[in-house]
């Protein structure tokens, strides 16, 4: 079978495209994993660093507290180029990564993961933005699909492997394991991806952040996408800070059974993604995610009461996390069409409101887990979907793509 001709004038063939995002699958599994491995080790953290397990915590908020800024660097990527802000975004984690196995203090340790955070929120709208250019939007959701495997794979493959370096090795281990991973990832990019064309049908706008932002705000559909991704991230966070604090106290789990939980979920983001890849194109993708959303509503309700007996709860849980990444990756791909000669700058809005959702729903997550258990997190997390819903469908509303 001959080579396919390129997507959009880019001059690349169907297997080079595959090559590609196979390398940038590998990057953002690294990018993901130095964002989530602080949840499962901060006792080892905690230890190693020889401060309260609370610090720890605060670098996880501090990490997140970087996806605020992508709606920077987001315009930087239309105006300069995808692949330079990828390198940027992986320079950043290799920086970041390195000095923290370098340098075992806390302050150290909190600049790291400040840039790997940051590293993340530069690469991955570049990246989505790069892709999105290059596979027409009747395909875009396949592409993104498996582009956002990376995500599962750092809970499915990334942890385990970090918790063999830490048993074999010590605990500074992840961070120059991550950090040669990623100097790897920066020379494949140069390798392998050319400097920037950009389309000539869509045109990329380069513009500063300061006229970028006002076109975004008069743009009904890019608004009401940018607020149903915060209130539909404050809902799944408000979960998620809590979920292992509920199996504990109402089944009495060990820490060993709360990782198998983990691994629950990340089977469940994978399960979805993978659907995402086959279905959501054929289905369309505005009416997938809408009907995701509506169903979220519905298993954040029903949640509390699968939880009779610990398998139910899993088995609640591994649906709620199925439908929430299905629907989230869709919308991902969703999104790159909203404002295709501005894929980045909307990209990186989508990411900073989804950080900031998330910031918003740890910080309630436990005050509403303390006043009334599993039923009032479900109850308050189904009313906040609700409110995602309904910004979405009022900024989708007669939006011409299916």
């Given at each position: 079978?001959?080579?396919?001709?390129?997507?959009?004038?880019?001059?690349?063939?169907?297997?080079?495209?595959?090559?590609?995002?196979?390398?940038?699958?590998?990057?953002?599994?690294?990018?993901?994993?130095?964002?989530?491995?602080?949840?499962?080790?901060?006792?080892?953290?905690?230890?190693?660093?020889?401060?309260?397990?609370?610090?720890?915590?605060?670098?996880?908020?501090?990490?997140?507290?970087?996806?605020?800024?992508?709606?920077?660097?987001?315009?930087?990527?239309?105006?300069?180029?995808?692949?330079?802000?990828?390198?940027?975004?992986?320079?950043?984690?290799?920086?970041?990564?390195?000095?923290?196995?370098?340098?075992?203090?806390?302050?150290?340790?909190?600049?790291?993961?400040?840039?790997?955070?940051?590293?993340?929120?530069?690469?991955?709208?570049?990246?989505?933005?790069?892709?999105?250019?290059?596979?027409?939007?009747?395909?875009?959701?396949?592409?993104?699909?498996?582009?956002?495997?990376?995500?599962?794979?750092?809970?499915?493959?990334?942890?385990?492997?970090?918790?063999?370096?830490?048993?074999?090795?010590?605990?500074?281990?992840?961070?120059?394991?991550?950090?040669?991973?990623?100097?790897?990832?920066?020379?494949?990019?140069?390798?392998?991806?050319?400097?920037?064309?950009?389309?000539?049908?869509?045109?990329?706008?380069?513009?500063?952040?300061?006229?970028?932002?006002?076109?975004?705000?008069?743009?009904?559909?890019?608004?009401?996408?940018?607020?149903?991704?915060?209130?539909?991230?404050?809902?799944?966070?408000?979960?998620?800070?809590?979920?292992?604090?509920?199996l504990e106290k109402a089944f009495g789990?060990?820490?060993?059974?709360?990782?198998?939980?983990?691994?629950?979920?990340?089977?469940?983001?994978?399960?979805?993604?993978?659907?995402?890849?086959?279905?959501?194109?054929?289905?369309?993708?505005?009416?997938?995610?809408?009907?995701?959303?509506?169903?979220?509503?519905?298993?954040?309700?029903?949640?509390?009461?699968?939880?009779?007996?610990?398998?139910?709860?899993?088995?609640?849980?591994?649906?709620?996390?199925?439908?929430?990444?299905?629907?989230?990756?869709?919308?991902?791909?969703?999104?790159?069409?909203?404002?295709?000669?501005?894929?980045?700058?909307?990209?990186?809005?989508?990411?900073?409101?989804?950080?900031?959702?998330?910031?918003?729903?740890?910080?309630?997550?436990?005050?509403?887990?303390?006043?009334?258990?599993?039923?009032?997190?479900?109850?308050?997390?189904?009313g906040i979907t609700a409110l995602a819903?309904?910004?979405?469908?009022?900024?989708?509303?007669?939006?011409?793509?299916?």
């Amino acid at each position: 079978m001959p080579l396919q001709p390129a997507i959009n004038g880019q001059g690349e063939s169907r297997p080079q495209l595959i090559l590609k995002i196979l390398v940038v699958v590998v990057c953002r599994l690294v990018l993901s994993l130095a964002r989530r491995f602080a949840y499962p080790f901060a006792p080892v953290l905690s230890r190693g660093l020889g401060v309260p397990l609370t610090s720890i915590t605060s670098l996880i908020a501090v990490n997140w507290a970087t996806s605020l800024l992508g709606i920077f660097f987001g315009p930087l990527a239309d105006r300069f180029g995808y692949r330079k802000m990828m390198v940027l975004g992986l320079v950043m984690l290799v920086v970041g990564m390195f000095a923290g196995g370098l340098f075992p203090l806390y302050g150290v340790i909190l600049v790291s993961l400040f840039l790997a955070g940051l590293g993340k929120v530069v690469f991955d709208p570049a990246v989505q933005a790069y892709v999105s250019e290059r596979v027409p939007y009747n395909r875009r959701a396949t592409a993104i699909g498996f582009l956002e495997i990376s995500w599962a794979g750092c809970t499915l493959l990334g942890i385990p492997l970090i918790a063999l370096l830490i048993d074999k090795v010590g605990w500074r281990s992840p961070f120059f394991a991550m950090g040669a991973i990623g100097f790897a990832g920066i020379i494949a990019l140069i390798i392998l991806f050319p400097p920037d064309r950009q389309s000539v049908s869509k045109p990329r706008r380069s513009l500063s952040v300061k006229k970028a932002l006002p076109i975004i705000a008069q743009d009904k559909a890019s608004l009401g996408m940018l607020a149903y991704i915060f209130f539909f991230s404050a809902a799944i966070d408000n979960l998620f800070v809590v979920y292992g604090a509920w199996l504990e106290k109402a089944f009495g789990v060990s820490v060993v059974a709360l990782g198998m939980a983990t691994g629950v979920i990340g089977v469940a983001e994978l399960v979805g993604e993978i659907l995402v890849a086959t279905i959501s194109d054929r289905l369309g993708l505005k009416r997938v995610v809408m009907i995701g959303v509506t169903i979220c509503i519905f298993t954040y309700g029903l949640l509390p009461f699968a939880g009779q007996s610990l398998l139910p709860a899993l088995a609640g849980l591994f649906i709620h996390f199925l439908i929430f990444e299905f629907t989230i990756i869709s919308s991902v791909a969703l999104c790159t069409e909203l404002q295709p000669e501005m894929r980045a700058t909307v990209l990186a809005g989508f990411f900073a409101g989804a950080g900031l959702g998330r910031i918003l729903g740890a910080l309630m997550g436990g005050p509403i887990w303390l006043s009334g258990g599993i039923v009032v997190t479900g109850l308050v997390s189904a009313g906040i979907t609700a409110l995602a819903l309904i910004s979405l469908c009022w900024g989708l509303r007669g939006w011409g793509r299916g």
